[in-house]
């Protein structure tokens, strides 16, 4: 069972536009939410997080929107540029226990 | 600092076969964990560790053993590979308390035929 739900699944953006990313949860334990960013060939970084006493948190052109009565949260990425082009995972978790990563968006910014 | 280290970056292995995936890392960081990724699947927990000497399990370990000798080193066992097991393996390690970062290693891609 996938504790953490993404979609889409692949998403392809206009350079400049508004790239949405979306997650949804259904265990109310999760505390710590992040996002993962991977190029091919690498590992996944940790691009930013949230914890849920906030419903938005913004890093430059990211900004993480969390709905907690909805048990939602999403990556927006404003102003998407090429080199923006990469796989992103969303993840949750509660307390000190382990990650639960979503499936992954496969985000192509074309020029 | 390097950061994690892994390695192999690359194995093919036969049906039956066995082999260690290493992973290494120098930030004196107290969890360790390993993954895999399959496509359309996200990232898989694997094995984890809190410290040296103390490994437990995670979403899909049947068919991988780890140990953690040392703080610096999480090697995870393959003992009869088989065509499942083709994956990228990640290797990952965090601080602890106070540290919910995830760093992850360069991947090893695993072929079984």
């Known amino acids: 069972q996938q504790q953490v739900k993404q979609s889409p699944q692949s998403l392809i953006v206009q350079k400049g536009g508004i790239s949405i990313i979306n997650c949804a949860y259904e265990n109310t334990a999760f505390d710590y939410f992040p996002w993962y960013q991977q190029f091919p060939g690498k590992g996944p970084a940790l691009l930013i997080a949230i914890r849920p006493d906030v419903s938005e948190k913004k890093e430059g052109r990211f900004t993480i929107s969390f709905n907690k009565s909805a048990k939602q949260f999403s990556l927006h990425i404003m102003d998407s540029q090429p080199g923006d082009s990469a796989t992103y995972f969303c993840?949750?978790?509660?307390?000190?226990?382990?990650?639960?990563f979503g499936t992954g968006t496969r985000l192509t910014v074309i020029p | 600092n390097a950061g994690v280290t892994q390695t192999p970056k690359f194995r093919i292995l036969k049906i039956g076969q066995s082999m260690t995936l290493q992973c290494a890392q120098d930030m004196n960081h107290n969890y360790m964990y390993w993954y895999r990724q399959d496509p359309g699947m996200g990232l898989k927990l694997i094995y984890y560790?809190?410290?040296?000497?103390?490994?437990d399990k995670g979403e899909v370990p049947n068919g991988y053993n780890v140990s953690r000798s040392t703080t610096e080193d999480f090697p995870l066992r393959l003992e009869l590979a088989a065509p499942s097991q083709t994956s990228v393996y990640f290797c990952?390690?965090?601080?602890?308390?106070?540290?919910?970062?995830?760093?992850f290693g360069p991947g090893t891609r695993l072929t079984v035929l």
């Open positions: 990952a390690s965090r601080a602890g308390t106070g540290g919910n970062e995830q760093f």
């Open positions: 560790s809190v410290g040296a000497g103390i490994t």
């Open positions: 993840a949750a978790k509660a307390g000190a226990n382990n990650l639960f």
